[in-house]
């Protein structure tokens, strides 16, 4: 395998950047009333993404946190129904993948701001019907999405506009860095394939360089939890042995039988594998997540 390594640089600044975000994970419980700009996030990564631009000034409430929630199977409640009733702006992914939030939306006295991250990203305008609706995993999308959290809360709080300006350019300049690390590395991927369980990485996977040769109907059926087709689990599995791919993306949230099967396959072949999560792994936030994710493809690959 072609080994990459990050100048010393990008790894200077990028472990500078988890130790400033360090401690920075999203509240789960209920705001108080009065407490600051009230924020609902779908879930604990763009609950994340709302703190680091709101800081002290705003108390934000992540609806779905850790790994043992699907935000696609996830079933509101009614302290979540207050907790969205109470909010200054709520943030959720959109595309499809939380609808939940539309529902508590349409069920709430609450003028909340609504920030949608799939149409914020402009993400949904450059793939058109084969949108990803994972944004979190596009850096230059995320950046859209800490823009306009600044501009919605400058909105709500105009007091405090400067404060979140000097934050959204804080975060802008870590994630300046964690895009520079992932251009680094796209000398040593070019023309390296990988296989994904689920599209779920595919953004930071592209922008290190990587072509995704999973065959549709595979990732496609796993990520609608659908049956696969022998088919496509067949042309999935060939991936490995065939050298077609140097890196396996896995979805633990998401296993099942034939994700296995094509780990198996993979560990076979000598195939490297990199687990991605939907969510934030517990103690961790934004740019710490997505810097180990980079440094997790790199090791990889050594």
Known sequence: MRRLTPT?????GLAASTLAFTGCAASTSAPAEGDGVSVVASTDVYGSIAEAIGGELVTVTSLITGAAQDPHSFEASARDQLTVSRADLVIENGGGYDPFIDTLLAASPSDAAVLDASETSGLVEEAGEHFNEHVWYSLGGVKRVAEAIARELSTVDPDNSAAYETNLAAFAAEMAQLEAFAEGMRAGTRGLGVAVTEPVPLYLLEAAGFTNRTPA?????????ADVSPAALADTLDLFPDGAVSLLAYNGQTASSETERVRTAADEAGVPVVEFTETLP??????????DNLYAISAALE
């Open 8 to 12: 010393l640089s990008l790894i200077a």
């Open 217 to 225: 109907d595979f990732s496609e059926a796993i990520e609608e939890g």
């Open 282 to 291: 517990e103690g961790t936030d934004y740019v710490a997540w997505m810097t």
